[in-house]
């Protein structure tokens, strides 16, 4: 089962990775993978390296469709096992790629045997220690259901690198909870500069973050711990204690402590560490047009090149006096119209100049949303587009304009750049991500009552999020003919716009 006879070679051969490509992705030597290839160079499931390489792998298999191969070539060579996640499925990968993977499956097989301890058999009733990620998350599902409306649960983890939160049983639970319930989650996370093991939490919880469910600050250590450890405050009563040993061979021991003072005293040292800790980004109410006005100047007029995935379009695409029929039917006041007007001209003046000078925006738009549009004569969006808070349903003409004023871009802007997803992946929908490449990200969605914009700078954060655009934007292969392609596309929803509903206006940039 090694690494170097032929796992490796199976993956990067089916996926048809080159071994220049496999070392550009993990930033090491080209001649490191020879050497694993050739077998003069081994991978411990303990290194570092290897998780960085079975993150890589799991990615390009999940985006590729090809999980079942792969689950067939690990059962070919011994591996079999009913996975309930993908974290218990990339756990098998590991230990099928690594090099000493046939001593160390015995203990993962004590481990799936710890897993299936259920509550109620004799186990698990005579002690009150739980044991296992299945028995754990049973136990935190029950506790949570107890929980009121709008409870709080603080979370602290000494390190990035635990299994605890990656496990879909446990994320699921609270992920459910918090819709269900809104409940506040707090996460502090003490970091030692793992950035493998913390773009894997994030990516696990991508969608609480879109969402604006979760809170995540950090503060910065630089540990060696004998165990990993895992802290949920939940509500008043409950701190549940989570321990694991590094790179989770063994099964995790969760402890349940009711004992008030020493709840008491832990919620006092999460409020001390999380008055010391960094938010990983910033939560805006968009009721303030000072901050509205910023994000919109520093993502459209201020240098850098922006990438753009939006469940809409966009109105800075329409032509000023289309733009202006909009802000009027807001209602304001001459004063009130006029400078949001001249802020939305220069918005775009300066987009534009940003094009000119070699500025780079990549915009993804979706399908469904477009024939939406032409089908409704209407599009929902955030109103921060107009200066103002809450959402806007954009009228047939005011769709019309913004659609055209995207052809004509296209078609002058050699810097402008728009593809069309037939999908937009679910943690897209009813949002929009700017991203100033790798170096901010503002994210605005509009599913809840209160429309909320989550803004970050921190490079963890950012490049997660610049990862998952790369990924969806190459999938599309860019090129002259898919630009054709999307001008074509376009066209052809704003005929269907004009026929559906009866206009003949010719938007102008």
Same mark, same amino acid.
Not at 14 to 31: G, M
């Given at each position: ?6 796992? &490796? !070679?199976?993956? #990067?051969?089916? =996926? ?10 993990? $930033?090491? /030597?080209? %001649? ?107 136990? &935190? !599902?029950?506790? #949570?259901?107890? =929980? ?10 000494? $390190?990035? /690198?635990? %299994? ?346």
């Amino acid at each position: 089962m090694g690494l170097p006879a032929t796992s &490796l !070679k199976k993956v #990067l051969d089916h =996926l048809d990775i080159s071994n220049a490509a496999l070392a550009k992705a993990l $930033s090491i /030597d080209p %001649s490191l993978v020879s050497r694993w290839l050739n077998g003069h160079r081994q991978i411990k499931l303990a290194s570092d390296t290897l998780d960085k390489l079975t993150d890589y792998l799991m990615r390009r298999i999940q985006h590729s469709n090809r999980a079942d191969w792969l689950k067939r070539q690990m059962e070919h060579d011994g591996i079999k096992n009913n996975y309930n996640s993908i974290n218990e499925f990339q756990k098998d990968f590991k230990v099928w790629l690594s090099s000493d993977g046939d001593s160390i499956s015995r203990i993962l097989d004590f481990n799936h045997r710890a897993e299936s301890i259920k509550p109620g058999s004799a186990a698990a009733s005579n002690t009150q220690m739980k044991t296992g990620f299945e028995e754990i998350a049973l136990f &935190l !599902k029950g506790a #949570l259901e107890k =929980l009121p409306a709008n409870s709080k649960i603080d979370i602290h983890l000494s $390190s990035e /690198d635990i %299994s605890l939160l990656l496990q879909e049983s446990i994320s699921q639970t609270i992920f459910e909870s918090m819709l269900e319930k809104m409940l506040q989650v707090r996460l502090i996370i003490s970091m030692a500069n793992n950035t493998t093991a913390m773009s894997r939490l994030l990516s696990q919880y991508l969608q609480a973050i879109v969402e604006g469910l979760l809170s995540i600050s950090v503060v910065h250590s630089m540990t060696q711990a004998i165990t990993n450890q895992s802290t949920l405050i939940i509500g008043d009563n409950l701190v549940l204690i989570v321990s694991e040993t590094p790179k989770s061979l063994a099964p995790p021991i969760g402890m349940p402590v009711y004992e008030k003072s020493f709840v008491r005293e832990t919620k006092k040292s999460f409020e001390r560490m999380f008055n010391y800790s960094q938010p990983l980004y910033q939560r805006y109410n968009d009721g303030f047009s000072r901050n509205i006005i910023e994000i919109l100047y520093h993502e459209y007029a201020a240098p850098g090149n922006l990438d753009v995935i939006k469940d809409s379009i966009n109105p800075l695409c329409m032509s000023q006096e289309e733009y202006d029929r909009a802000l009027k039917s807001f209602g304001d006041d001459d004063a009130q119209f006029q400078w949001r007007s001249d802020e939305a001209a220069r918005f775009k003046s300066s987009m534009v100049n940003n094009f000119n000078n070699g500025t780079v925006f990549r915009e993804i738009l979706s399908l469904n949303r477009l024939r939406q549009i032409a089908e409704e004569g209407n599009c929902k969006m955030p109103s921060l587009y107009f200066m103002y808070a809450g959402i806007t349903y954009l009228d047939a003409r005011g769709c019309l304009s913004a659609i055209e004023g995207y052809i004509n871009f296209l078609k002058q802007s050699p810097n402008f750049h728009v593809i069309i997803l037939d999908e937009m992946p679910i943690i897209n929908e009813n949002c929009c991500w700017h991203l100033k490449q790798n170096m901010d990200i503002s994210l605005n969605g509009w599913t809840k009552d209160e429309h909320i914009i989550l803004y970050s700078n921190q490079l963890a954060l950012t490049h997660e999020f610049q990862m998952i655009y790369n990924d969806l934007w190459d999938k599309e292969n860019y090129s002259s003919g898919m630009r054709k392609k999307t001008i074509q596309t376009l066209q052809d929803i704003a005929e269907q716009l004009k026929r559906n509903h009866n206009l003949s206006i010719k938007a102008a940039v």
